[in-house]
């Protein structure tokens, strides 16, 4: 089983950026998609982002395309989320999640096994 952290959330004004950082601890996670989801207050856990095992593929919700970048380092274990151009609509706790098999890709939150803690993103108008 992997153990999975995020960092780096906090206030920030719109228009402006973060970086989440997710690191894997358990497990090697080279062989998993990795993504992102997130949950805002009221509303229904959503995918966000999601990179394949090789970090050559990469996957985007169509209301973070353009504005949120998604990397990793297989050889560190981390998965990184760069946040550009924050609207007051990403507010929400933000979870890093692992896929369930090895080598498969998925955007659906039941694709996934293994989730952070989550880390509060908030942006204020």
């Known amino acids: 089983q992997v153990q999975l952290v995020e960092s780096g959330g906090g206030l920030v004004q719109a228009g402006g950026s973060l970086r989440l950082s997710c690191a894997a601890s358990?497990?090697?996670?080279?062989?998993?998609?990795m993504g992102w989801f997130r949950q805002a207050p009221g509303k229904e856990r959503e995918f966000v982002t999601a990179?394949?095992?090789?970090?050559?593929?990469?996957y985007y919700a169509d209301s973070v395309k353009g504005r949120f970048t998604i990397s990793r380092d297989n050889a560190k274990n981390t998965v990184d989320l760069q946040m550009n151009s924050l609207k007051p609509e990403d507010t929400a706790v933000y979870y890093c999640?692992?896929?369930?098999?090895?080598?498969?890709?998925?955007?659906?939150?039941?694709?996934?096994?293994?989730w952070g803690q989550g880390t509060q993103v908030t942006v204020s108008s």
């Open positions: 999640a692992s896929h369930k098999i090895p080598y498969f890709v998925g955007t659906q939150a039941a694709d996934f096994a293994s």
């Open positions: 358990g497990r090697p996670s080279s062989m998993y998609t």
């Open positions: 990179i394949a095992w090789t970090g050559g593929r990469t």
